[in-house]
């Protein structure tokens, strides 16, 4: 099966608009993630940040405009291949309750036929890159606390080293000091791996910690998609109503804390 170079993965929207029961979800939506970049979704409940995960692995499908991952429409991608070649990692890991870490973890390389040993190995790795010890392999997910829970989703996603990571509110439902783990754990797995990433959140500050750029939606528009920076200087009516109501003034003026 072909799969997506890591280094060309890209996301663009181009005037899409989606319908769900009548009632327009995304309004002439334009976007573009560009490789090794992530891009943060925020904005209120029912702004469409879910829906642009969907469009992008081809669950759903535009009603009019273009969706394109690598430059290829994902209406022309064969829908298995496209979801392969994405990690999807969802709140509360999702984990399959009947399988171990380490089956959890393999599903997408089984799927994808790769030969035991190499199976072994890749848990074993990605074990280590999420900072849990090979004596996780054997448990099953009701015997993890939900920041193992999460971790192990997110090496799931990784596991068949996919192109695009698409993350929805992957932190939300933990405490915070583990949810802030889990964040700086993010930042040292994506200065290693550079994957193309698209997260959403309701968070602001998490979006400003871990993007490159924020894209501010509502009510299916796309009002801003800015650095962290620009975003704090812009003037932009719409952009200033969403900062004010949920930005941490800190985290915009001194930017995350650094990694080392």
């Given at each position: ?8 993965a ?16 995304l ?8 490789p ?5 979704l ?8 879910t829906?642009v ?11 009019s ?24 990692v969802?709140?509360e890991?999702?984990l ?45 997910p ?7 829970r999460?971790?192990v989703?997110?090496?799931r996603a ?12 992957p ?6 000091i ?14 290693r791996?550079?994957k ?9 500050a998490?979006?400003?910690t ?9 009510r299916g ?27 941490v ?7 995350p804390a650094?990694?080392?």
């Amino acid at each position: 099966m072909l799969r997506v170079d890591v280094s060309m993965a890209s996301v663009s929207f181009r005037n899409v608009v989606f319908e769900r029961d009548g009632a327009r979800v995304l309004d002439h939506f334009n976007l573009d993630v560009e490789p090794g970049e992530v891009v943060a979704l925020v904005g209120r409940s029912g702004a469409g940040k879910t829906t642009v995960l969907k469009l992008v692995n081809g669950l759903l499908l535009p009603a009019s405009g273009e969706v394109a991952v690598s430059g290829k429409r994902t209406a022309d991608w064969n829908g298995i291949q496209l979801r392969r070649s994405t990690g999807y990692v969802i709140q509360e890991a999702g984990l399959f309750p009947h399988l171990s870490v380490a089956e959890n973890i393999a599903v997408v390389p089984q799927l994808e036929r790769w030969e035991p040993e190499r199976i072994r190995a890749r848990v074993t790795e990605l074990l280590t890159l999420i900072g849990l010890s090979e004596a996780y392999r054997n448990r099953w997910p009701r015997e993890l606390s939900g920041g193992e829970r999460q971790r192990v989703g997110l090496a799931r996603a990784l596991a068949a080293d996919p192109a695009l990571l698409l993350m929805d509110e992957p932190f939300g439902a933990l405490d915070p000091i583990t949810r802030s783990e889990l964040q700086r754990e993010f930042r040292l797995i994506q200065s290693r791996l550079r994957k193309t990433v698209i997260i959403v959140t309701h968070d602001m500050a998490e979006a400003l910690t871990l993007a490159d750029r924020v894209a501010l939606l509502e009510r299916g528009k796309l009002i801003a998609c800015e650095t962290p920076v620009r975003l704090a200087e812009s003037r932009d009516p719409a952009v200033r109503r969403l900062l004010d109501a949920v930005v941490v003034p800190d985290v915009l003026r001194k930017g995350p804390a650094p990694l080392s």
